[in-house]
């Protein structure tokens, strides 16, 4: 009887090992061609409140990416992480605007079609970069996400850090005035019935002057009306002048560690503000006053500047965020009847 010798095919083999080997190689191959390349990069770590600055977006893709949709919305959700609840001058989230970008069309709110761009062969993979001006209109530290490629982020929890400052007090004044960055810009909204109400109340108010003529007139009484005094009424800035010596010469910086005296000119300011401008300031957050500023002296942002930061320290001492060894009560006062001089000055 003829015996067979049977083959045996061990792991061992130089054979199951080169197997091993190729199919490793062609299933790292094949992730590595499916997978997409992205970078995202900052011009400058560090940027003034309203200073430009560039984010340049690299992506590489496998294929022509003409099916692909970039998506650049969850940078306008960047997180504030300087923020906390109840925060008076930091917001939870950056206020963001998009100044320009070299791909035509393009917004931070919708997807754009990466076929309306030409793209660069680069060692089989489709290149496409582009690179945003935009600008941040508030202070703080801010964590920006990679775009997303057909809603999904380009990388995995991968992100760039911006921190963005107000600049010192004692800088202000030297500034140039093309150094310090302007209020973001005004976009024309479209009218609606609100836009009319000004030439309808001149024409109400027109009517209840007649009607009052005719009741005068068909009585037919003559009153004798004493004429009343001459007083002269003071002004606005008058008033807040008045307030301020008054402040200055109180004991108040010394009590309470200056807090009550810093309360005291902050509401002295906003009283001014709220009789010079009609806008009830005192009852408003900076925030909201620096809404109102920004429109009134949208031309003049050296003086936004000042505004902004004798508001700013009063709510860090507030909020103990700031301690009144750091300032002085003169230089608070003297920084306060500038800003009153300088709003009358602009009103004239």
Known sequence: MMHFKRFSFYPSSIFYRSFLFVLFFGMVLKTAQSQQNCVLTISKDTVLVGEPFELTVSLKLNGSGNTDTLSFENILKAPNRLYIKDSVDLEPFADLVLLSSDWKNLTLTEGFPLKNVPSK?????????????????????????YPLLNGSPCQENTSVTIEVIVPPLDSIQQMAGDTLYPIKPIFAEPADWTDFMFPVYILLGLILIYLIYRYLKSNKKVQNVEEPANIRLQTPEEIAFEKLQT??????????????????????????????????????????????????????????????????????????????????????????????????NEKK
């Not at 910086?253 to 309360?263: R, V, Y």
Request: hydrophobic share 40%.
């Open 121 to 145: 062969p680069e060692n089989g993979f489709s290149h496409y970069e582009t690179t945003l001006k935009v600008a941040i209109y508030n202070p703080g530290i801010f964590t920006l996400f």
């Open 247 to 344: 402040l200055k010469s109180s004991d108040l910086w010394n009590q309470d560690d200056g807090k009550e005296f810093l309360a005291r000119l902050s509401f002295i300011f906003r009283e001014y503000l709220e009789n010079q401008y009609n806008f009830p300031a005192v009852e408003m957050s900076s925030p909201e006053i620096m809404d109102k500023i920004k429109l009134i002296f949208a031309e003049n942002t050296n003086l936004i500047s000042q505004i902004y930061h004798l508001l700013y320290v009063s709510d860090m001492v507030k909020f103990a965020k700031a301690k009144t060894n750091e300032f002085k009560p003169d230089d608070l006062i003297n920084q306060a009847i500038q800003c009153i001089t300088d709003t009358k």
